[in-house]
């Protein structure tokens, strides 16, 4: 069985940092690409960044890049997102997100992730 679990959320404040990972176990995580999302109250989801198996290829919304780094260990099974710059507006719930095994590169659309962990809050104050 597949889980995704996503851990780091939290309350800061605007200027603040925060990393953010996700451990994945029932899949062979080398092989999977993996995103993450954020859903804020009253709002659809939307794509945050993603990373393809082969660590090529990466992507970020522009809402967030230069504040946002996606990485991922193998060896740990693990994705992270490291948030620097934190805003009000990055409040939301943050999924992540895994793709079936060998995913051509990645993509930032919820489509190409048949796998998701249950989120994290985060929450920026000003």
């Known amino acids: 069985q597949v889980q995704v679990v996503e851990s780091g959320g939290g309350s800061v404040q605007a200027g603040d940092p925060l990393t953010l990972s996700c451990t994945t176990s029932?899949?062979?995580?080398?092989?999977?690409?993996m995103a993450w999302f954020r859903q804020a109250p009253g709002k659809k989801r939307e794509a945050v960044s993603c990373i393809s198996w082969t660590e090529v290829t990466k992507f970020y919304a522009d809402s967030v890049k230069g504040r946002f780094t996606v990485s991922r260990d193998n060896a740990k099974n693990t994705l992270y997102l490291q948030m620097n710059d934190l805003k009000p507006e990055d409040t939301a719930v943050y999924y992540c997100a895994a793709s079936p095994p060998a995913a051509r590169g990645c993509t930032l659309h919820p489509s190409g992730y048949n796998y998701w962990g249950q989120g994290t809050q985060v929450t920026v104050s000003s």
């Open positions: 029932g899949l062979t995580f080398e092989d999977t690409s």
